[in-house]
């Protein structure tokens, strides 16, 4: 296990008991270094959004669990929000729960002609996602050759 992803593991058992005790769910945790500083971020949702408010708690009680043992070496931000309306699907529960929603798939070379596709998410699998088009066809990507898949949205 990398050190990013033993971070994430040990975060997610810190903040679950917290999520619980507000019927929050856990969206994501990552770990990332961006500019020369590194921030733990953690994604929460429940049913009719997250405000402020409800980060303000959870951030909260992290901070006063992780004071008695932070386990991170280097210096961090500690981010907590919601996943957004156009947020991410990284992992197979949140394509399995964005079945028949709208998402843009972007790929690292160009299909095509193309870096980036939008459609209706159909299925997928440990290999592949697949999506159905405007007109109604079928694409199929290699989940190697993606570099994102997030939901769409309109205003």
């Known amino acids: 296990m990398s050190r990013k992803e033993d971070y994430e593991s040990k975060a997610e058992n810190l903040v679950m ?8 769910s856990l969206y994501d945790i990552e770990y990332v ?12 949702d429940k049913e009719g ?14 901070s006063e669990l992780v004071d008695a043992d932070d386990f991170i070496e280097e210096k961090y931000i500690l981010e907590v929000s ?11 529960r949140h394509f399995e729960n964005s079945i028949g929603l709208e998402v843009e ?21 440990r290999d592949s996602i697949e999506i159905v088009n405007e007109d109604d066809r079928v694409l199929s990507f290699n989940r190697t050759d993606i570099s994102g898949v997030k939901l769409t949205f309109d205003f």
């Open 17 to 24: 008991p917290i999520l619980t005790q507000n019927n929050f």
């Open 33 to 44: 270094k961006e500019a020369g500083m590194y921030y733990l971020r953690i994604f929460i």
């Open 49 to 62: 959004g997250i405000t402020i408010d409800d980060c303000e708690i959870v951030s909260r009680a992290y």
């Open 82 to 92: 919601s996943p957004g309306l156009g947020r991410a699907l990284k992992k197979d």
């Open 105 to 125: 798939v972007r790929l690292y070379k160009p299909v095509d002609g193309s870096k980036s596709y939008v459609g209706i998410l159909s299925g997928f699998n």
